[in-house]
């Protein structure tokens, strides 16, 4: 018999969550915890009935006090991990779907069975993020089986997110397994290529989920004079130049972010007299040129994340609000607006009433043309709403 684990008792009718397989208890649903679990462990969830509902990492200083690994009675270990990292992989085509220098988010914590696990591929460098008590306590069996289930020997650490605070993490940032990544590692996007800095670049290095919509816009910017609104390193930029824009302005506060999209213009022997890159704050780049009563046929807005949480999600409506109203503004007739929110607090039909509202107040007739969202490999689990956080709307004025 296997020693019994720690169990988190919910209190009577908390158990409808974990039934419908959402992975997260909360501290408010707890009753008791039995036994003595350190930060990461392995406990089993029961209802006040007894009945065992899941096996999940507790998290002790997080008001998501455990999240799930499993719904049935097997063990926790490094073997699960090795087959959640499996499925995960194959899912996205293999290891080495998109060639020697593809990109790809092979792991996307709950959405793929590891929650707060993240792993994403940069040629031949793996990013991991780790996120969350539990993740952080399979660190090691992460780092050792990652190399063999990839064939990509290199694996680099970037867990430096606020959200491990939450958890009682510190920030870390280094080797797991191989050398350190070089300054810039050069991925393909389509028939592109892009520098990523997993270093010191956001996120993981790049922003992967907003792949299938750059490429959308290299569609859609034939002839058009774009404005790329938070360019960051320039990839819808690249992408609408690439698409035979007629000009294309990016902006950014990022000094560092306006140099990578510079060297990614570079890359692509794309003439930098098509392309501006200015460096300023978006709402304030905006406004002036309203006043300069500037004019574009497609804007992309893809601001970073206003709302962290849903207790912001008040000022992070007007600030989407106010980008939004400027943009419709810039735009001239028949123009398009691809705009878009990564707050998972901001639900589709909120950020829709949110642009309908700018537009309003811009006093311009625009219709929802498209809609566009995360990457497949940024799955949404049926069971766990919460990983969809992207959205996406290209709207047409009249
Ligand atoms: N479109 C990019 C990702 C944009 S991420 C891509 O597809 O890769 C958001 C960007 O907004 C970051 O580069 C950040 O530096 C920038 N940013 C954040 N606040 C800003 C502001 N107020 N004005 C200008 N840029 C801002």
């Known amino acids: 018999m296997p020693p019994r684990l720690p169990t988190l008792w919910l209190r009577r009718g908390r158990e409808r969550s974990l039934k419908r397989r959402h992975p997260w208890v909360f501290s408010g649903a707890v009753e008791r915890l039995a036994g003595e679990p350190g930060p990461g462990d392995t406990v089993d969830v029961r209802s006040a009935d007894g009945e065992v509902l899941a096996r999940a990492a507790y998290s002790p200083s997080s008001q998501i006090r455990a999240r799930a690994w499993t719904f049935r009675d097997e063990p926790v270990d490094d073997g699960l991990i090795a087959r959640r990292l499996a499925s995960a992989i194959a899912a996205r085509g293999g290891p080495t779907a998109g060639g020697p220098e593809g990109a790809c988010r092979l792991v996307y914590a709950e959405s793929d069975g590891l929650p707060g696990v993240i792993v994403d591929r940069y040629a031949d460098t793996l990013v991991v993020q780790l996120l969350t008590a539990g993740a952080e306590r399979w660190r090691e069996t992460i780092a050792d089986l990652l190399p063999a289930a990839t064939g990509v020997q290199r694996v680099w650490e970037r867990s430096d997110v606020e959200v491990r605070g939450l958890e009682g993490l510190e920030s870390r940032v280094g080797p797991l397994a191989g050398d350190p990544p070089p300054p810039r590692i050069a991925i393909r996007e389509g028939d592109l290529r892009l520098w990523v800095d997993v270093h010191r670049g956001h996120k993981t290095g790049a922003y992967l989920d907003q792949r299938d919509n750059r490429a959308r816009i290299r569609e859609l910017a034939a002839g058009r004079r774009v404005l790329d609104a938070f360019c960051y390193s320039g990839g819808f930029a690249v992408h609408a130049l690439t698409g035979g824009a007629a000009s294309v302005l990016a902006v950014d506060a990022s000094t560092e972010a306006l140099a990578m999209a510079r060297a990614n213009l570079e890359l692509n022997g794309l003439a930098a007299d098509r392309c501006e890159l200015t460096e300023g704050n978006v709402f304030e780049v905006l406004r ?72 309003l107040d811009a006093g311009v007739e625009a219709q929802i043309v498209e809609r566009l969202g995360q990457a497949a490999d940024h799955p949404v689990l049926l069971s766990f709403p919460e990983a969809e956080y992207l959205r996406g709307l290209v709207c047409r004025v009249g």
Not at 334 to 343: D, E, V
Request: hydrophobic fraction near 45%; aromatic fraction near 8%.
């Open 288 to 359: 002036g040129l309203r006043d300069r009563a500037a004019s574009f046929d497609l804007i992309v807005l893809d601001p970073p994340k206003f709302a962290a949480t849903a207790s912001q999600r008040q000022g992070a409506a007007r600030g989407y609000k106010d980008i939004n109203l400027l943009a419709f503004k810039l735009l001239s007739p028949g123009g398009l607006l691809a705009t878009f929110s990564c707050s998972g607090a901001i639900g589709g039909e909120l950020f829709q009433s949110i642009v309908a509202g700018a537009a």
